[in-house]
């Protein structure tokens, strides 16, 4: 195992133990979290902080600001997170290769292939491949076949139709990744791509990773949280030790940190995250006060362009859900003003709580570079582009000796 990805395993694991009053409560649903108490200092700066301030701390929450160092172990922070670009120059691809891909899709996979080498022979793959955008891409590229998985029917026939206007050699097939049926694609020289291969899909991957089936695999994970599992159950028997020695235990919520980012969204769509969030506490807090609760109720999301036009009719329609009843004479104006203010308070906690998040992402990364050197694999991690074209722009490249 390479001391350096152990070493640095290590260190992330206490540093998360010994900050989990920052980053493990989810300040939106607590109103007083302990630390506010413990570290009345940091509190107290933390709302001097200006809008403008604010907003930088959230653009970019790595490069915290030096005051924040006085409470929180700022440099170790940065040092333990920190992973290198890739080190390959990007390949020049012709345009007309990007072309059915949303823009952005095809920088990420313009940025992700330079870092992938393909050994001769091998038997190349991409798990759950959507259209298979990459996979054309590695195919074209490297001049070899590719068999792209995916479970969505469509998007395998989109994917074919693609790969045949494109004369590229990929062969889209509809498969459910987490069936034992998948075995029947992998073989010992086989190169697995996965970009952005969310929570249970890339587990299932590194499970699967046995000398019989897997000689490479250059996976860039995502959205941790999208799995089974309650609490969070470490792939690497190093991160079971720990986990265990430590009492570090980890809720699929918690997990929901490591991916949350707005650096991609767009203005209109961060306004209207604002919004939503600003009336969910707005009428949170209408509702503690009918209900004589203390407690946040948490309510289905409302999906993206759906909120109502007034503050009003989005507590109506909540609190029909809810079966309560709001009072004719309500000063809804009132309540959405608490609302505003309980929303400062939150984004001054979660700039705390994001100092943790690209430490967990990484920790959870190391983890999945454990299991995989645990499984005889080397392995090598690197960022293949810039957080804002993607935030989940870790890759692991692993292969056998
Ligand atoms: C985040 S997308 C990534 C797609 C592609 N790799 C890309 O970067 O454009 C995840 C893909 O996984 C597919 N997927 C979800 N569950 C799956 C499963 N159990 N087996 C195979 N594919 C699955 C989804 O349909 C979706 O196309």
């Known amino acids: 195992m390479s001391e350096n990805l152990a070493d640095r395993f290590d260190q992330l694991s206490q540093l998360l133990v010994e900050g989990a009053e920052f980053w493990q409560p989810v300040p939106f649903k607590t109103e007083q979290l302990a630390w506010q108490k413990n570290y009345r200092p940091l509190w107290q700066a933390l709302q001097r902080v200006g809008d403008e301030q604010l907003q930088r701390f959230e653009d970019d929450p790595e490069q915290a600001e030096s005051w924040l160092a ?19 120059t990007a390949v020049s691809l012709p345009s007309t290769w990007g072309d059915h891909m949303p823009g952005r899709k095809w920088q990420q996979v313009c940025a992700f292939v330079s870092g992938v080498t393909i050994a001769s022979p091998s038997h190349v793959l991409e798990w759950c491949a959507g259209k298979g955008h990459l996979a054309r891409t590695i195919s074209r590229l490297h001049q070899v076949s590719v068999t792209a998985l995916e479970w969505q029917a469509s998007l395998c026939e989109e994917g074919e ?5 494109q004369n590229t050699s990929v062969t889209a097939v509809t498969q459910d990744v987490l069936a034992d049926s998948v075995c029947q694609h992998l073989q010992a020289d086989s190169h697995v791509l996965a970009l952005h291969a969310c929570g249970d899909l890339h587990r299932r991957l590194i499970a699967l990773a046995t000398p019989e089936k897997m000689q490479r695999i250059t996976l ?8 089974e599992q309650p609490v969070y159950q470490p792939l690497s028997r190093r991160g079971q030790q720990i986990c265990a020695d430590l009492q570090l235990w980890i809720s699929r919520e918690q997990l929901r940190l490591a991916v949350q980012e707005t650096v991609t ?39 993206y362009g759906q909120l109502p036009a007034a503050f009003a009719d989005f507590c109506l329609q909540q609190a029909e859900q809810l079966g ?29 709580r994001h100092l943790y998040r690209r430490p967990l992402e990484v920790w959870l990364v190391l983890d999945r570079a454990l299991a995989l050197e645990e499984q005889g694999f080397s392995v090598a991690l690197s960022t293949f582009c810039a957080r804002e074209l993607t935030p989940r722009n870790i890759v692991l490249s692993a292969h056998r000796p």
């Open 70 to 88: 006085a409470w929180l172990p700022v440099t170790a922070i940065q040092q333990l997170s920190g992973i290198p670009a890739t080190g390959q």
């Open 220 to 227: 860039a994970p995502c959205c941790y949280h999208l799995t």
């Open 324 to 352: 309560c009843s709001i009072p004719g004479q309500t000063d809804f104006h009132h309540w959405l003003q608490q609302g505003e203010v309980r929303y400062r308070q939150v984004r001054l906690a979660e700039v705390v």
């Open 265 to 303: 969204a767009p203005a209109y769509v961060r306004r209207q995250r604002r919004q939503a969030s600003i009336w969910r506490l707005a009428f949170d807090l209408l509702r503690q006060t009918l209900q004589q609760d203390s407690q946040y109720l948490s309510m289905p999301s409302i999906p």
């Open 161 to 165: 139709r693609l790969s045949r206007s």
